[in-house]
């Protein structure tokens, strides 16, 4: 099993910036994706980027590309959301996401395709 747990989230003014941080614990050795999620109030959850094990290879929603970076550092078993220029619209719970497939780009920005979760952490943009 693989735990994930969330932190960095908080409320911030449009413009600033937060830095979301993922830490996975157990059988963490073959999580070769790692991703966030994020899920405003009455909406779907929706991809914001993923970043692969080997290669660090990443991927972006085009409403984040510019704004957020994805980075992991494997040793620590550890990704992170950094987010900058935030806008109202980034309001929303932020869920980190892992899975041991290797995923295409066709594939990465869909939820169902992750089988671990963490709990969430809220980010709030006030304007």
């Known amino acids: 099993q693989v735990q994930l747990v969330e932190s960095g989230g908080g409320l911030v003014q449009a413009g600033g910036s937060l830095r979301l941080s993922c830490a996975a614990s157990g059988r963490t050795f073959n999580m070769n994706i790692m991703g966030w999620f994020r899920q405003a109030a009455g909406k779907e959850r929706e991809f914001v980027a993923a970043?692969?094990?080997?290669?660090?290879?990443?991927h972006y929603a085009d409403s984040v590309k510019g704004r957020f970076t994805i980075s992991r550092d494997n040793a620590k078993n550890t990704a992170y959301l950094q987010m900058n220029s935030l806008k109202p619209e980034d309001t929303a719970v932020y869920y980190c996401?892992?899975?041991?497939?290797?995923?295409?780009?066709?594939?990465?920005?869909?939820?169902?395709?992750?089988?671990?979760w963490g709990q969430g952490t809220q980010v709030t943009v006030s304007s």
């Open positions: 996401a892992a899975d041991v497939a290797y995923l295409t780009s066709n594939r990465v920005w869909n939820h169902r395709e992750y089988d671990y």
């Open positions: 970043i692969t094990r080997t290669l660090s290879n990443t």
